[in-house]
């Protein structure tokens, strides 16, 4: 066991970052690395991570690196530093331990990161971040000039880290997260190409969707028509023919096990997506007596609901297990455009030509909320992967953030030219993309306090 020199009576934890890479390597011993954990508190850091997180013995103040499937190379460990100044970047100290010959040489860098960017976002990228920073040993965070130096002890194969302050910053500083970054957005660059251009409608195509285990692609055209394809392929799969008139929105149920298409017609189609039979046919919506015409449908996220919007101002709540109408909902004063289930399933949103949006229980069919303010028809409405943010876009050329718990604006995002036709949150909910007659397509970062 190593234990470094400590001038301060004060105890102080020592934490070993140990690597044992198994018997039939030709390192043996103890190999790793040994910190004091107040040299960090001295300069104000906080060990708050290491990954894999599963090797970290916590109550023991021990860390075991995993190994590479060859069993024979010890997989890099990442360790992260905290500055206790609220907002500024961690360090990120990378930990090696390389067989050469017959000894263990050890190899260390450090780079810094957003406090944002998950551990194991970094630690799928480490070999990335390995490859920017090798060889630095300084970062600065803006507050700290920090270097990380690894002293070896006398006949033994650990080595304790110490960290030192410096005066003036290093010439270069990696940060991991935008480099992570500008990877990921060079991969998007090089990859996306035109795969395939997939024929055989023969009117427009006015919608498109994916099932959600990306195994199928389904199209509805002006054509009256469903087309099911294979995207790995490019392969037509099925025709689903049955509407008699434009097939407008279709979505999948999010177990992939149902196809829906609204039309023009007035109906709503629900079909097995693996054999293109035609399950139901979902009528109800009406307009002066004559079947109107369905502009939008949506599933709720555990599947067990479909919503229905319609010109004939109402949303229709369907069990797509039976096809029994569960509930019509009513309020609007023209017709649905767009219909949104939150990602909880709790709320069900609904965008209107009569300029509002409505906030619904889908559980009772309550009106929760009505949020006016638009001063044009809603087109598309979508709530963040988190359902904390609901946006609606507007013929007004705005889209407008909503808080759905509480029906407040917080946000009018205003830049396009023309009407918002689409809008999409990232997965992540950081980021709003939306897309306008005029053209472009804009992304919207989510303010802080969102």
């Known amino acids: 066991m190593l234990r470094p020199s400590i001038t301060s009576n004060a105890p102080r934890e020592v934490i070993y970052i140990k690597n044992d890479i198994g018997p039939n390597t030709q390192i043996s011993g103890q190999q790793g690395w040994a910190y004091d954990d107040g040299d960090f508190a001295d300069v104000d850091l906080e060990l708050v991570d290491v990954v894999p997180r599963s090797s970290w013995h ?42 050469q010959d017959t000894h263990v040489k050890a190899h260390h860098c450090v780079a810094i990161c957003s406090r944002d960017t998950p551990s194991e976002e970094l630690a799928g990228k480490l070999r990335e971040v390995i490859q920017k920073a090798a060889g630095r040993i300084i970062a600065s965070n803006g507050l700290l000039n920090l270097q ?108 992939s096990k149902l196809l829906a298409s609204g039309s023009r017609d007035g109906t709503v189609g629900l079909w097995d997506p693996a054999t293109g039979r035609l399950r139901r046919t979902l009528k109800g919506h009406k307009s002066w007596g004559h079947e109107s015409p369905v502009g939008s449908v949506a599933f709720s996220h555990d599947s067990k609901l479909l919503a229905s919007g319609s010109f004939d101002k109402t949303v229709r709540l369907w069990d797509p297990a039976t096809g029994q109408l569960r509930r019509t909902l009513e309020g609007h004063k023209s017709g649905v455009q767009s219909v949104a289930f939150s990602h909880d399933s709790k709320l069900l949103a609904s965008g209107s030509y009569d300029k509002t949006v409505r906030l619904w ?23 963040s992967h988190n359902s904390k943010l609901l946006a609606s876009g507007s013929q007004d050329w705005t889209v407008w953030l909503w808080d759905p718990a509480m029906g407040q604006l917080r946000r009018t995002l205003e830049g396009h030219k023309s009407g918002v036709e689409s809008i999409a949150f990232s997965h992540d909910s950081k980021l709003l993309a939306s897309g306008s007659r005029d053209f472009t397509v804009q992304l919207w970062e989510q303010a802080v306090d969102a």
């Open 148 to 255: 990380l130096v690894l002293k070896p002890s006398a006949g033994q194969l650990m080595f304790t880290i110490r960290p030192e302050i410096m005066l003036c910053p290093p010439d270069v500083t990696v940060d991991a997260t935008i480099k992570l970054l500008l990877k990921e957005r060079a991969d998007a660059y090089a990859t996306w190409q035109l795969r395939r251009t997939l024929e055989g409608h023969k009117n427009w195509v006015q919608s498109v969707a994916f099932s959600h285990d990306s195994k199928l692609l389904a199209s509805g055209s002006y054509d009256n028509t469903v087309r099911l394809w294979d995207p790995a392929t490019g392969r037509l799969r099925q025709t689903l023919e049955g509407h008699k008139d434009q097939v407008q929105p279709v979505a999948f149920s999010h177990d």
């Open 361 to 383: 229980d889908p559980a009772t069919g309550w009106l929760r909320q009505t949020l006016e303010g638009h001063k044009d028809l809603v087109q598309p409405v979508a709530f």
């Open 58 to 99: 916590e109550g023991r103040s021990v860390i075991i690196p995993t190994t590479e499937s060859d069993g024979s190379t010890v997989s890099p460990t990442l360790v992260r530093l905290r500055d206790d100044k609220e907002g500024s970047p961690d360090f990120i100290l990378i930990l090696e331990l390389k067989q």
